[in-house]
């Protein structure tokens, strides 16, 4: 499974966009990134997930280069409510069972 | 719809006595797994199964035992509970395939004494 990289903690302010960037140096062929999102006391939540350029949905963008070896999560105009942990993942589409690694996350702190 | 439930919420138990945590989803998901999460930390997965009657080790399963003899139930055994298993556990299940969402239950709360 790949390592990823991506920073402790990040201070946003309402309205401003957010991009957290993940490194993941030993992505391979058939891995995807997949980003999850978790509040407080509660469990992860999947928001996006990409394999190459870019991918939108109502929640996030996901920008992926073309050497795949970083992603970049982006959250537009962020609220209060988006204050939480996200994570960033990379696993093979025929990963062995859920032997997913969520490390540290990031720590994003969305202040008025 | 249900999702994964996870029971009970929060639990407090005296070091030695063992207990099972309780997931059910009603998703028909064939993959199961559980996972600890320490204050500020990641998650660490002890134990997961890819389907009925399926169980593997993740990264910390020692204390604690697994089975699944259903597609819907995926318990999680502490057979003599210490100190250091005082953690929130949760419950995910998923589709097939290391990049299908994981589904997480809302965690369970446990303080060993």
């Known amino acids: 499974l790949a390592k990823t990289t991506q920073p402790v903690s990040m201070d946003s302010y309402e309205g401003q966009e957010v991009n957290i960037t993940c490194s993941h140096n030993?992505?391979?062929?058939?891995?995807?990134i997949t980003w999850y999102q978790q509040f407080p006391s509660q469990g992860p939540r999947f928001i996006i997930q990409?394999?190459?350029t870019k991918v939108t949905n109502e929640v996030a963008s996901l920008f992926i280069p073309a050497d795949r070896k970083s992603s970049t999560l982006s959250l537009p105009r962020v609220s209060l409510s988006d204050t939480a942990v996200y994570y960033c993942l990379v696993a093979a589409i025929k990963a062995a069972g859920n032997k997913l690694t969520f490390g540290g996350g990031t720590r994003v702190l969305v202040k008025p | 719809n249900a999702g994964v439930t996870q029971t009970p919420k929060f639990q407090v138990l005296k070091t030695g006595q063992s207990m099972t945590l309780q997931c059910a989803q009603d998703?028909?998901?064939?993959?199961m797994s559980w996972y600890r999460q320490d204050p500020g930390m990641g998650l660490r997965l002890i134990h997961y199964s890819v389907g009925a009657g399926i169980t593997d080790q993740g990264e910390v399963p020692n204390g604690y035992n697994v089975s699944r003899s259903t597609t819907e139930d995926f318990p999680l055994r502490l057979l003599s509970a210490a100190p250091s298993q005082t953690s929130v556990y949760f419950c995910?299940?998923?589709?097939?395939?290391?990049?299908?969402?994981?589904?997480f239950g809302d965690g369970t709360r446990l303080s060993i004494l």
């Open positions: 995910a299940s998923s589709e097939p395939g290391g990049n299908q969402p994981q589904h």
């Open positions: 998703m028909n998901h064939e993959y």
């Open positions: 030993n992505i391979a062929t058939n891995d995807y």
């Open positions: 990409g394999y190459k």
